[in-house]
């Protein structure tokens, strides 16, 4: 991240900054007297790690997984559900209670049709890193075929 980083991070020059930053899970960085991990913070190991021996007085972590990225599943799932108990009669009707164009409403609606696995796995934080909101919309619709929309969003290599 930082050529020739100094240790007190007060005395980062603008010149120590590189370009590309990439930071993968199990990479640790010391900030002056704080230490970050890349990791899972429901880990005991990570803590651990973190830690090294040390009592902590405050721990503060994000969650382990992409909380818009869920509430988007879940939309998706809520809106399909509305449609098909008979709350909703239409896609048409479900944007104009939310001011959406009626093709925004189609594309979150084909999110419902996920892999009961995938599901899980996005609730976990298990999905591929550069698997977010706007990539996952851009997607739609995925195959209804669970096996290719595991191979599709990257979860089978």
């Not at 991990?37 to 721990?59: E, F, K, P, S, T």
């Not at 997984?65 to 998706?76: F, G």
């Amino acid at each position: 991240m930082f050529e020739d980083s100094p240790s007190n991070p007060d005395d980062l020059r603008e010149d120590n900054i590189i370009d590309e930053v990439v930071s993968r899970v199990g990479d640790l960085w010391q900030l002056g007297d704080l230490r970050l991990l890349c990791g899972n913070a429901l880990d005991a190991d990570a803590h651990n790690i973190v830690l090294a021996g040390a009592q902590y007085r405050m721990c503060i972590t994000d969650p382990p997984y992409n909380p818009r990225l869920v509430a988007l599943l879940a939309k998706a799932q809520r809106w399909f559900t509305s449609l098909s108990s008979g709350r909703s009669d239409s896609v048409l009707s479900i944007a104009q209670e939310y001011g959406l164009a009626s093709k925004d409403v189609t594309r979150v609606l084909y999110l419902a049709f996920r892999a009961p696995d995938l599901v899980e796995k996005f609730v976990r934080g298990e999905q591929p890193i550069d698997l977010g909101v706007k990539r996952l919309l851009a997607m739609a619709p995925l195959p209804m075929d669970w096996a290719e929309q595991r191979r599709v969003l990257g979860f089978e290599h």
